[in-house]
């Protein structure tokens, strides 16, 4: 596929751009995640919470792709942290999937009302250790929690997956993340698709190469350096998201873009969010 990889900070490859299923129902995952691979995505996000591994799972397995062209995440829900539980979740998550190793297993939230993230972790190294996640990361994770997994555990997350999206630029944290050899992977990367894909700076630029406003979007984030998992069921749509290696945006569309960040968040606060805790 066209899509480039990544070096995670273990030696891992990941594609740069990707397929997310959040709210995606089992049966209509199995279609949209075919849809996609059979349009070139190779790397899918998925989570147990999503409740649609098992559809995940089959539209892989029916694909018939080599299992090492493939790179699948998944990530343990909230109401699994602690280390026993946190291991019994990854092999019901596995299970579901139908695989025998996933590329990315991530801690959804951090919960730091619950103070479990430190020893789910240690239950993600032994995962890692035993060859059943290829690498191993967090989701929602501001600074502090990101240095106290470094300061009390071995393995430096891969990959910290945030909301980020042109209004929501996480500049901060992503700049921790370089220091720290953490990739930084961007949920919600099309702003849900609510609002700011009519921001008139997104669609003058996507005017300017003859693009749609989500493919600008998405050649923003990748020249930025961010791993991308932009989520539609709509085939033209899965497609169109792909689509976006053909074009470059040059300096002073990066400068716009750097100027619609606002702070703008669509989901739940991660210092506060503990939602099944
Ligand atoms: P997104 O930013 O990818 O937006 C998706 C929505 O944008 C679609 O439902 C559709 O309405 C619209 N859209 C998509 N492509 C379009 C196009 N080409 N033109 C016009 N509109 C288009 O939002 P998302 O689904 O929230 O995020 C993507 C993925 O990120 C999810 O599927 C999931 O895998 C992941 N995610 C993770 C977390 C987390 O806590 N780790 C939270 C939310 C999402």
Redesign the pocket.
């Known amino acids: 596929s066209k899509v480039p990889s990544i070096s995670l900070n273990n030696g891992v490859a990941m594609p740069q751009l990707g397929y997310?299923?959040?709210?995606?129902p089992d049966d209509e995952a199995a279609k949209a995640v075919a849809t996609a691979l059979e349009a070139g995505y190779r790397s899918i996000?998925?989570?147990a919470i999503?409740e649609n591994e098992a559809g995940t799972g089959r539209a892989v397995a029916a694909s018939g792709l080599p299992r090492e062209e493939l790179f699948v995440t998944t990530?343990l829900w909230n109401s699994d942290q602690g280390y026993d539980k946190a291991l019994r979740a990854f092999d019901a998550s596995l299970d579901k999937l139908g695989l025998d190793y996933v590329d990315l297993y991530?801690i959804?939230?951090p919960l730091p009302s619950k103070d479990a993230y430190v020893d789910t972790y240690k239950a993600l190294e032994k995962i890692y250790a035993d060859g059943r996640a290829k690498a191993i990361g967090v989701?929602?994770f501001p600074p502090e929690h990101l240095e106290r997994l470094i300061g009390e555990t071995s393995v430096v997350p891969a990959v910290n997956?945030?909301?980020l999206?042109p209004q929501l630029q996480q500049g901060e944290l992503r700049a921790f993340h370089d220091r720290h050899g953490i990739k930084t992977e961007a949920?919600?990367?099309?702003?849900?698709?609510?609002g700011l894909?009519e921001v008139p700076t997104v669609v003058a630029v996507a005017q300017k190469y003859g693009r749609?406003?989500?493919?600008v979007v998405l050649r923003w984030h990748l020249q930025i350096g961010n791993v991308v998992?932009?989520?539609?069921?709509?085939p033209s749509?899965i497609k169109?998201?792909l689509d976006v290696f053909g074009f470059e945006l040059d300096a002073d569309d990066l400068a716009a873009f750097a100027a619609l960040d606002e702070g703008k968040r669509?989901?739940p606060d991660p210092a506060t969010f503990d939602y099944g805790a």
Not at 187 to 194: E, F, V
Not at 212 to 215: D, F, I, L, M, V
Not at 229 to 234: A, D, L, Q
Request: charged share 15%; net charge positive.
């Open positions: 997310g299923v959040w709210q995606v996000d998925t989570a999503y990530k991530l959804h939230w989701s929602n997956q945030i909301e999206h949920w919600s990367p099309l702003g849900q698709g609510k894909l749609t406003p989500a493919q998992i932009p989520k539609s069921v709509t749509r169109e998201n669509l989901g």
